[in-house]
């Protein structure tokens, strides 16, 4: 079946690096872009940007240039997000998610826990 | 880009029919018929339930309904269930080639 699967819980220290996989199985990895989005603790989802598996070109939402990075490992069907110099209130789920039509997510990977501590 | 306007929570009784807006603008609503709405349980990840203003992925109970008229989308779920009792969230295609969501509104079924 179509599923991305994401890596597992990460606790950082303030200004630390972090970087979440997101590995897709089930269909053609190349041909729908994979978005990215986070969820702080009780709240709502914040749209992240997303990366063209074509091209491996990436797109950042406001509010995420300089200190965040998508990137491809076409070769095992898997994206990352890299985050630089952490702060506390990057502290979020993290999620991955495959592009079927125009803003269309589905399916979600499982989401990956980032605390960052001071 | 700003965020999508939902109402924060919404309540109706089991049985009975309820429809959450989601305002937007001519920039990334309004503009572009790819609207789509997601169902997320607490401690899980956001399923999608409506794409592109009013089609139902394959397995979505056909108790979910969307639509658009201008800058609104609108979600309808009809026949109210507890299992509906979720949080629910709109997003929308931009005209900066991104995705704007919603605040997300929680559902509680009485």
């Known amino acids: 079946q179509v599923q991305l699967v994401q890596s597992g819980s990460e606790l950082k220290k303030s200004g630390a690096s972090v970087k979440v996989s997101c590995k897709a199985s089930g269909y053609t990895f190349i041909g729908n872009s994979i978005n990215w989005l986070r969820q702080a603790p009780g709240q709502g989802l914040e749209y992240m940007g997303w990366i063209n598996t074509n091209t491996g070109n990436p797109t950042y939402a406001q509010g995420f240039t300089g200190r965040f990075v998508f990137s491809l490992d076409t070769s095992v069907n898997t994206a990352y997000l890299q985050i630089s110099s952490l702060k506390a209130e990057d502290s979020a789920v993290y999620y991955c998610?495959?592009?079927?039509?125009?803003?269309?997510?589905?399916?979600w990977g499982q989401g990956a826990l980032v605390t960052v501590s001071s | 880009q700003s965020a999508l306007s939902q109402p924060a929570s919404v309540s109706t009784s089991p049985g009975q029919s309820i429809t959450i807006s989601c305002t937007g603008t001519s920039s990334d609503v309004g503009g572009y018929n790819f609207v789509s709405w997601y169902q997320q349980y607490p401690g899980k990840a956001p399923k999608l339930i409506i794409s592109d203003v009013s089609n139902r992925p394959s397995g979505v109970s056909n108790r979910f309904s969307g639509s658009k008229s201008g800058n609104t989308a609108s979600l309808t779920i009809s026949g109210l269930q507890a299992e509906d009792e979720a949080d629910y969230y709109c997003s929308s295609h931009t005209s900066s080639n991104t995705l704007v969501f919603g605040g997300g509104t929680k559902l509680t079924v009485l």
């Open positions: 998610a495959r592009d079927v039509n125009f803003g269309s997510l589905d399916p």
